[in-house]
Each structure stands twice: as C-alpha cells, then as structure tokens.
C-alpha cells in the first residue's frame, strides 16, 4: 500500500477548522486504499507576530520533501496586513515549487441554491499562478509626501503565458473543447494582445478546441448571464483571482469554492487549499463549511493518482448537499457536515 507525505499548514483562523475536517475525510477516503502520514507547520500570522516572519528560513525546502502541501486559510489583517501574511506564505510557495497552474471548478452541487437562474454550468478556471499582475516588481519612492509615487509592473513572459495556455488547451480538450481565454487587450496594448497574440499561436496546435476571446468585463456579465455556455476559462494572475471569486458566489459562496495549484510536470510538491480567508470572527465556533476543504482534498487525490479516491470523495460531498446537508451558512456545523461526507464515504 502506498503511502503519501503530507505537509499540512492549517494558517489562521478557519483554516484550522477546515484543516481538522478534510483531514478526517482524507482518512476515511484513504482505507483500504493508501495510506498518508502528515507533518503540520504552524505558519501563520500567529508565527510572524512571534518570530518576525510567516515562515522560517529554509521553510520552502523543508516543504520540498513532501508529496503534497495542504493550505487551510492565511490572515489575520487585524494584527498583520493582508500584504505581509500574502507575500510571506502562500506567494512564495507558489513561485518558489513553480505552481503556475492554479485550477478552480465551479459548478452546482446537488441540494445546492445559487444565486443565478441557471443550474446546468461547469465551468473550470485555469488561472496564471507565478508571475503577472502579481510578480511583485515595483516599488515605492517620496513615501508620505504629497509627490509619493506607487508603481508596480506586470511581467508576462512567453514562457509563462504559453505554458499556462498550453495547460488550459489540454483541460479543454479532456473535457467539452472549448476555451475562453481573457484578457482587456482593448486598454492594455502591450501585455494583454500578448496574451491575445500566444493564444493565437497555439490555437493552430490544438484545431479539436474551439477558442474564444473575451474581455475581462465581458466575462464578469457572462459568468452571470450565461455560465452554462463556458467550458475552461483561462486569464491571468490578477484576472483569474477575481473570476474565481466570481465563480465561487455562482456556485453558492465560499464555502464551496476549492482551488489546486499544481505544478504540473511534477519536479515539486503542489499545494491545495480552500479559496475561502481566514474568517476570523467565525474561528473555533465550529460554524466553518468544510466542503471547499473537503473538495481540495478531492482534488489532491486526482493529482496524486488516486482518481477512484478523488471521485469517491466527491460523490460523498454531493451525497450529503443532496440532503440539504452543509448547502447553506449556518445551517449545520462543520462536524455534522463532515461527519455525513464520512457517512457517504463509507456507505
């Protein structure tokens, strides 16, 4: 029987909650199957108010050894800015372990009420992970007077823009054939029809995918109006943050939302994680939804290669939402909402 390291960071707040619960589904989802031993890091804002930093040095290769990272939430803007906690923990894993590709599904559950008219959508988010909007390159001069300057730069680069369209053409392709690709090409000449221009490209390797343009804007109103027509969505950094966080309230709010960042040829760990924050007015009350959590699991399986694993963890989230279990903020609490996705595990 296989056995998978994990290396686990619950962070702040409701991480630690939805950490516990993915955990106990991860263990009955596991019997019979494989086995996982874990390690836990206690890395959050907590940390970086006692040592000065969200992780030690030499934290990222001390992650490297590991099959799989697992994220429960980061932030605790009260005591730390959401800037420190960001580009202390989770930025630097991303980049450092090369996890360009972050993978965000966004669909109904059954039992599950959105917000929209429309039921029937599956939409899969690839969104630029590494570099981007959110490279980090800038900086600030005449800092507190009236002349003060914030400038902060983009970086696209073809490699990074290929390869993350590259992985958005072959999820299209094992799914329905379409890709959306998005951009704001109108306003910004230069990086977003370089996106444009690649995406071009590579449509001529990929002639079974059908392909389409949309601005950012325009995208927003379609994934209200219309998201049963859209397939893979794929944008940059910035732009995919703010879809997903789109899809998510679509699909019936955060609770639901579960996200992968993979490194996708495998030369180290990736990391799962719920989209949801910290939440920290609702920490410890054992309020949390756990099934963003518990679907990042799924996730975490399929990518470690235990897809009857990954697809049976998924059949139990839905099994419990299909009896109005865990489909609405506050209706039941974490631990009834795991203990009934274990009941449907082991059913």
């Given amino acids: ?62 992650l490297r050894g590991f099959d799989a990272i697992y994220l429960g939430a980061v932030g605790w803007p009260a005591t730390v800015p959401d800037s420190v906690s960001l580009h202390g923990l989770l930025l630097p894993i991303r980049k450092a372990f090369n996890q360009y590709a972050n993978i965000r599904p966004h669909r109904l559950l059954a039992g599950v009420e959105g917000p929209l008219k429309a039921e029937g959508f599956d939409i899969l988010c690839i969104r630029e992970n590494t570099e981007g909007e959110y490279s980090g390159a800038g900086g600030r001069v005449h ?20 390869r993350i ?44 995918v059908t392909v389409s ?19 893979v969505v794929v944008a940059s950094n ?8 789109l899809g998510a309230a679509i699909q019936g709010g955060l609770g639901f939302a579960a996200s992968a960042n993979i490194n996708p040829d495998r030369s180290a760990p990736s990391m799962f994680e719920p989209v949801h924050g910290s939440a920290p007015d609702i920490a410890g009350k054992n309020i949390a939804n756990p099934i963003a959590a518990i679907w990042s699991v799924a996730q975490m399986l399929e990518h470690l290669g235990e897809a009857e694993a990954s697809a049976a963890v998924l059949a139990a989230i839905e099994a419990a939402t299909a009896r109005g279990i865990g489909i609405r903020p506050g209706l039941n609490t974490t631990q009834e909402i795991t203990a009934a996705v274990i009941a449907a595990l082991e059913a």
């Avoid at 379409?178 to 910004?188: E, G, I, M, P, R």
């Avoid at 910035?238 to 966080?245: C, E, K, P, Q, Y």
């Fill in 238 to 245: 910035l732009f995919g943050d703010i879809l997903t966080d």
């Fill in 1 to 62: 029987m296989k056995t998978y390291n994990l290396a686990l960071i619950p962070g702040d707040g409701i991480g630690v909650d939805v950490t516990d619960a993915a955990m106990e589904v991860l263990g009955a989802a596991a019997t019979g199957r494989f086995a996982f031993e874990t390690t836990s890091f206690p890395w959050s804002c907590e940390y970086y108010l006692e040592h000065g930093t969200m992780m030690p040095e030499g934290g990222i290769e001390t």
């Fill in 165 to 208: 369209l590259r992985f958005g053409f072959e999820q299209a392709r094992a799914r329905r054939g379409h890709l959306t690709s998005v951009t704001k090409s109108n306003a910004q000449k230069y990086s977003m029809v370089f996106w444009d221009e690649v995406t071009r490209e590579l449509s001529a390797e990929y002639s079974d």
């Fill in 143 to 162: 800092e507190g007077k009236d002349n003060e300057v914030a400038v902060e730069t983009s970086v696209f680069t073809r490699a990074g823009v290929e």
């Fill in 213 to 231: 343009h949309m601005h950012i804007d325009a995208m927003a109103a379609k994934m209200v109006m219309a998201p049963q027509d859209l397939d």
